[in-house]
RNA sequence: GCGGACGUGGCGGAAUGGCAGACGCGUCGGACUUAGAAUCCGAUGGGGCACCGUGCAGGUUCAAGUCCUGUCGUCCGCACCA
């Protein structure tokens, strides 16, 4: 069979008939959306991975096709972002136009790859056509109080004058210059994903996703419960801690304040100026990385002033420590010295008192004691443990109205602004008169500009474009500048799977009824590596647009299946710098688009990926030729009369329909590779039956064959279409309902037993499927291997696990 | 440091608590060939043939790769979150 030919056949059959448009209209079938991660188009050619993403993700949807569902497969690009931009800065070659081509290329190959994408709902997130409502989505967000400003710091070069993305700092330098980066504040814009937090945690409940991806994002969620504390200074000030140990608040012998917190300064004394000066300048000097250590020593300055315990009424000094992130909590911590580690650590370093407040139960305390204990010289709470002195303590801070019960979380804002070139512009216009005003929705899109110098020269790109930046005010007709960032690409990729539904619309970003009509994602895969951010960003999306009466669904993805990673052969991830890369392409020319598919399928776990290894590519090839020779044979036979349906036939059969019924759960399961075992079982099962001999049914031959096209299709689409035609098959093998397993054809007249004496197999045989429990039971003590065994010993148990084992415990 | 996943032949990998190693690679043997390639058929965990085998040590069970406890190793995620 000439590969190639039957390919491009094929892929231009299907083209011609629109095979693989979704048809809205079409209610009979019901509706599945299959959706693979779009493909980020940084490189000119697809590799592995998407290869690895893409194939089997398109052999299920296939599969459901032939189950009978209409199923909506779309693909896109994920078009903005920073690897198109650094790539301009090198090579001088436009982002746009560099991109443009790498899509060019990459549909090409995509369409080679035979997957049933539609193509006419493709999207690319840096067209006018997308991005004007990416944009409006900011605007919606921006109306519900979603998007606000404020400032936060940024890793700054002092040396190129310019922001860098945390990939750009390399062990706390510039990638370019190497001097060192500092920390910036810049006001940004935020997204509040805050505002969801308990609804994004509680969601996973409800869907149909990885534990482990579940697990990842409710620690990214983090949600504590805790007590806030308030500290009133000696010079009125006032300010609130935030504990989860509430219990050990009569052992606070002093509180650290983040560096950053705005009363910092404010209660420092003249004679500590000049040191409290100095270490908020070496605080800010510190990356994030290195502040975020836990193995770093910790490290602080005394204020001057004091502040009073407000259940001791004790007088203790207040601190900076950059150990206390200004992000979390209050950004300000009360220290317990004997049941903190960090605290103890300070406390130690420092020369503060370590005040012991709770005692371990029945044994020694040894400090610092971190664990639940009963609580001591906290008079009237002593005696009272863990969680209920907890409860109490909180309770009486909340009634003499300093403080109480708080629930915190880790999760932070999303921050979307970016100093960047090649993204969605910002929509807002500032005026030195009303301030940041949005773009009235009829303006859209903000459009990026193309003449634009993007190399690094001290500012932003969009803010040295005064074509860009000069507008005028919307509100009061002034003179006004635009936002000179652009969004987060993460805003993009927040609604596409939305868009898909509506691909073309220019009135709105999507027609209510379609999206219902489609979504949610039945099916949705791709990479681990978005666990947190993409999949948490995507989930906000859709529950805000819900709550702004655009969407009627709480999740955007019921279901959640994670590719692995296909490793370089030396077991690393592929990289240029590893030079292990390996590049489907060779493979795709010399064996051809399914033989490839077949084998990322059939020789790695899918969830689990590995290291690259091309032995079992050959055995694929052959495999596919097996399968071939036998549709020849098959291709020539007619009906006939009176066939033998004996011992073999029933085999064959059997072999059929088991293989059926696992090949569909295992397909269900994105269990591909044994898939894949089952139809080679089946085939083998089909040889065995070509090469016996006398008379055979050659009828149920040519049925076995026929199904075994049938499920194998999905995994070879082109090369089953080929068989299917061989066949005499009338239209499209997907037009074809996917085999379905006959119950009858599954049931044996008898099956094969292991007998056990005292858990020890003595040996196999057949019994009958009509046999009970208790025949059973009488019938292996008739044998012979049984009967050695069990002489002159009495049968104190049987256990019989029908089909399978009979273990007679004797003694 | 915390959390999670994983650990099975020479290799990739299978096994609702019920015959460990499906399927394939590789290897060995045979058939067909002048010969090779290709193809087909068969064997293939180890072994002293009693048994022993799923990283290691225990436990639960009639029965453990699977469940529990501890331990070592690999990978991933989070990492001063008060």
């Known amino acids: 069979m000439d590969i190639k030919k039957i390919e491009k056949k094929w892929q231009e059959k299907w083209e011609a008939a629109k095979f693989n448009r979704f048809d809205p209209a079409d209610k009979e079938r019901e509706k599945l959306y299959v959706l693979e991660m779009f493909s980020y188009p940084s490189g000119a050619k697809l590799h592995i991975g998407h290869w690895y993403n893409y194939g089997p993700t398109d052999s299920y949807a296939r599969f459901k096709r032939m189950q009978g569902y209409n199923v909506f497969q779309p693909m896109g690009f994920d078009a903005f972002g920073l690897p198109a931009e650094n790539y301009a800065i090198k090579t001088g070659i436009h982002p746009k136009d560099s991109t443009l081509k790498n899509i060019e290329t990459m549909e090409g190959q995509l369409k080679a790859m035979g997957a049933m994408f539609d193509w006419s709902a493709e999207i690319k997130t840096c067209t006018e056509e997308y991005y004007k409502w990416t944009q409006w989505m900011f605007l919606q967000l921006y109306k519900k109080g979603l998007a606000y ?72 969620i983090g949600r504590s419960t805790g007590c806030e504390i308030e500290f009133e200074c ?50 800010s000097r510190a990356n994030e990385i290195e502040r975020l250590s836990s193995t770093r020593e910790k490290t602080g300055v005394f204020t001057g002033s004091y502040c009073t315990n407000p259940v001791t009424g004790k007088k203790i000094p207040i601190y900076l420590a950059d150990y206390v992130l200004y992000s979390y909590g209050t950004g300000a911590v009360m220290a317990v010295p004997a049941h903190d580690e960090r605290d103890f650590a300070f406390a130690t370093k420092y020369g503060l008192p370590i005040v012991k407040v709770i005692e371990k139960q029945g044994g020694e305390t040894i400090l610092p004691f971190t664990e639940d204990g009963i609580v001591a010289c906290s008079s009237p709470f002593d005696g009272l443990v863990g969680e209920e002195a907890r409860e109490k303590i909180a309770a009486c801070i909340a009634s003499v109205g300093k403080g109480g019960k708080k629930v915190n979380y880790r999760l932070r804002d999303w921050l979307v602004s970016r100093q960047r070139y090649w993204g969605a512009p910002i929509p807002v216009i500032h005026c030195k008169k009303c301030g940041a005003v949005p773009v009235p929705e009829k303006d859209l899109p903000v459009k990026l500009p193309y003449d634009v110098e993007f190399r690094p020269d001290g500012k932003s790109p969009l803010a040295k474009c005064e074509k860009f930046m000069n507008t005028t005010c919307p509100k009061c007709g002034g003179q006004a500048l635009r936002d000179p960032d652009t969004l987060d690409t993460f805003v993009c990729s927040s609604w596409y799977y939305l868009r898909y539904a509506d691909p073309k619309n220019d009135k709105a970003p999507f027609d209510r009824e379609k999206v219902d009509r489609l979504l949610p994602v039945d099916v949705y895969v791709g990479g681990a590596e978005h666990s947190c951010m993409h999949l948490l960003y995507a989930r906000f999306f859709t529950k805000a647009l819900r709550d702004m009466g655009y969407l009627d669904f709480d999740e955007p993805f019921k279901r959640l299946v994670h590719q692995g990673v296909i490793l370089g052969p030396d077991g690393n991830r592929m990289s240029k710098s590893h030079g292990n890369v390996v590049s489907p392409d060779d493979y795709v020319n010399e064996y051809g688009a399914d033989a490839f598919r077949l084998y990322l399928m059939f020789g790695f776990s899918y969830t689990e990926g590995g290291p690259w ?186 256990i019989v696990v029908l089909g399978r084992l009979v273990n007679l415990i004797v003694g």
């Open 613 to 798: 290894n091309d032995d079992g590519i050959k055995a694929i090839s052959k495999f596919m030729d097996r399968v071939e020779k036998l549709v020849n044979r098959a291709a020539g036979i007619g009906k006939k009369q009176e066939l033998p349906f004996g011992a073999e036939e029933k085999a064959l059969n059997y072999a059929r329909n088991f293989n059926i019924k696992r090949v569909s759960e295992d397909m269900e399961a994105f269990s591909f590779n044994t898939a894949i075992a089952r139809l080679m079982e089946l085939t083998n099962a089909l040889y065995k039956y070509d090469g016996l001999t006398g008379e055979k049914n050659l009828w149920l031959f040519r049925e076995t064959v026929k199904d075994l096209v049938l499920l194998l299709a999905p995994c070879a689409p082109h090369f089953c279409e080929e068989l299917w035609e061989m066949l005499g098959g009338k239209g499209f093998v997907f037009e074809q309902p996917f085999p379905k397993e006959d119950q009858a054809a599954l049931v044996l007249d008898e099956k094969e037993y292991a007998v056990q004496v005292n858990s020890k197999i003595v040996c196999r045989v057949m019994i009958p499927t009509a046999y009970s429990e208790k025949e059973i039971e009488e019938y292996v003590q008739t044998l012979p291997e049984v009967a050695e065994k069990t002489a002159g010993k009495s049968v104190k148990k049987c």
């Open 234 to 283: 000696e010079n009125g000030e006032k300010f609130k801690v935030y504990t989860t140990r509430c219990d050990t608040v009569y052992g606070v012998t002093y509180v650290v304040l983040a560096p950053e917190h705005p009363l910092a300064r404010k209660l420092t004394t003249p004679e500590q100026r000049d040191a409290v000066e100095a270490y908020i300048d070496y605080a």
């Open 149 to 220: 400003r404020k400032e936060a710091p940024v890793n700054w070069c002092p040396s190129c004058n310019t922001v860098l993305a945390n990939e750009q700092v390399v062990e706390g330098r510039c990638e370019r210059c190497d001097s060192p980066v500092v920390r910036k504040n810049l006001t940004q814009w935020f997204f509040k994903i805050t505002a969801y937090a308990e609804e994004l945690l509680s969601g996973l409940d409800t869907v149909d996703w990885p534990e482990k991806t579940k697990n990842m994002q409710r620690n990214w």
